[in-house]
């Protein structure tokens, strides 16, 4: 009998190690390196001075804050779904910023072209 006990004793311990070990596995770090990589970039290439890249770009930041919490709550799904969301946001601040980066260089083109237009049409 005392070894039925010595052996449900073992078992216990191995339930209490099992436990332990799921609960260290959903509180495993949130990998935000992508999201915080996709903010700086955003701010690097000026998404502060183009509208809708500075809302996107807000929003990446708030989402990459409550996927934090989220994950800080052992709500890694959720967590993870919001930095997704982060990413997205930080990826669509960068492609604004360019664009309107872009979209006013053809338009200094065009002004030089205009330029040289008329000076060459003057005798």
């Known amino acids: 009998m005392r070894k039925a006990f010595e052996g449900a004793g073992a ?19 949130l990998h935000s390196e992508a999201s915080t990589s996709g903010i700086r970039a955003a701010e690097e290439v000026g998404a502060t001075k183009v509208p809708r890249a500075a809302l996107h770009l807000q929003l990446a930041k708030e989402e990459l804050d409550k996927a934090r919490g989220l994950s800080a709550s052992g709500e890694k799904d959720e967590a993870s779904s919001m930095l997704l969301r982060s990413e997205a946001d930080a990826e669509l601040a960068v492609a604004l910023s360019r664009e309107a980066s872009e979209e006013s260089e053809a338009q200094a083109a065009l002004e030089r072209v205009r330029q040289l237009r008329q000076t060459g049409s003057t005798p």
């Open 11 to 29: 078992l216990g311990a191995a339930a209490v190690v099992i436990a332990a070990l799921a609960a260290g596995c959903a509180r495993a770090p």
